[in-house]
């Protein structure tokens, strides 16, 4: 499994931040067009997602377009994970960030891979983060 590209947002020295967390945006092509419009799957993979990964829980919401798609997000305490889907194209995104250092990305790109067996993956983590020099020490 290739490992997602890593940037900082903004301007400026990574040495310059303290990271808040991690911004992990993901896109699948060629996943089966039965499992993006099935949304107890998709909802069942971002709940498995959060927990193996080591987040929790708070809520989550799923809703179902007509004729095709499914769009959701989970909210946890670290964050979200959230997915938006075209089965048409056999294309998704998902989206998961989280706070902190506890929560591990590498496992909830692996689940939703091994869920949604996507042909082709694209992913890119973001490290949050604010200016040491807004930060009281």
């Known amino acids: 499994m290739k490992k997602a590209k890593k940037i900082l947002v903004g301007t400026g020295d990574i040495n ?3 990271p808040i967390g991690n911004h992990l945006l993901i896109e699948l092509d060629g996943v089966d067009a039965e499992i993006l419009n099935d949304p107890k799957i998709i909802e069942e993979t971002l709940i498995t997602v959060a927990e193996q990964a080591g987040a929790t829980v708070l809520n989550s919401f799923i809703h179902t377009f007509e004729p095709q798609g499914v769009t ?33 990305l590498s496992v ?3 689940i939703i891979e091994a869920r949604l067996k996507p042909q082709s993956v694209r992913a890119l983590i973001i490290i949050r983060g604010l200016l040491k ?3 009281n020490t």
């Open 133 to 135: 020099k807004f930060v």
């Open 16 to 18: 310059k931040i303290i």
């Open 108 to 110: 909830a790109k692996k």
């Open 72 to 104: 959701g997000v989970v909210a946890v305490s670290e964050s979200h994970l959230s997915t938006h889907d075209w089965p048409e194209h056999n294309y998704a995104t998902v989206d998961i960030f989280f706070c902190g250092d506890k929560v591990n």
